[in-house]
């Protein structure tokens, strides 16, 4: 893609398991070790990053061009989604080919500026959109996000199954929810389980690439506009993050070295 290096899709196999939050602050921590970044929200039926990223509603693109328009920039962010084309209440009743093509002209028609790397939040699932990135442009890795949960596992493993039949590279296991932290205590509890994380990178010969707490200040900062890598940059969620941030830059660079050309699914 023009203006891009290495497009990272950020899937899960389910909603609810922080998917949005996780990306963000990825992004966020890819941009705090120096890299220009972009983040394309891919979910058309419900655009989260918009709220994420703090930008108000009602701000709109401006055209870069006769076909093109320019993203938005937000905590030095490249950023581009269906919530800034449409109002925040407008539902968007549309069948899977619709969708498809609405993510098609979001990736393709904005004019990212020279990015190292674009994150794509992709929707719960292993539909449309997911086989429209896969089959549409050169995806340098996924990286799976998924709780303990057992129920959460088993959809993380379609989803890993899914990127490996369209031979997009799985750069690790992003592990959220592990363990709930007490506000009041610090007292510290598993309530999702264990070592699902763990598990499911072992089973299918990637990396776990960090383990997130269920912490209630992680979804205040998202939810006002600051995400944590922002908010709290010497707190040590955005630590993590950045440790996840330098695991998927050097998975790149791995699979760069190991496999100079990729064949993407048909």
Known sequence: MEGVKHIVAVASGKGGVGKSTVTVNLALAMAA????VGLL???????SQAQMLGIAPGVRPQPAGENAFKPLEAHGLQAMSMAFMVDANEPMVWRGPMVAGAFQQL???????????????MPPGTGDVQLTLAQKVPVS???????????ALLDAKKGIEMFRKVNVPVLGVVENMSQHVCSQCGHQ??????????RIAEQYQTRLLGQLPLDGTIREQVDGGKPSVIADPEGSVAQTFR????????GIDAQSDESPTISFGE
């Open 243 to 250: 440790q996840v941030a330098r695991a998927v830059a050097e």
């Open 189 to 198: 509890e598993p309530i999702f389980g264990s070592g699902g994380g763990e």
């Open 107 to 121: 990736l393709n028609q904005t004019a990212w500026q020279d990015l190292d790397y674009l994150f794509v939040d």
């Open 141 to 151: 890795g996924a990286v799976i996000v998924t709780t303990p949960q057992d129920i």
């Open 33 to 36: 070790e120096g890299y220009r």
């Open 41 to 47: 929200d891919a979910d058309i039926y419900g655009p």
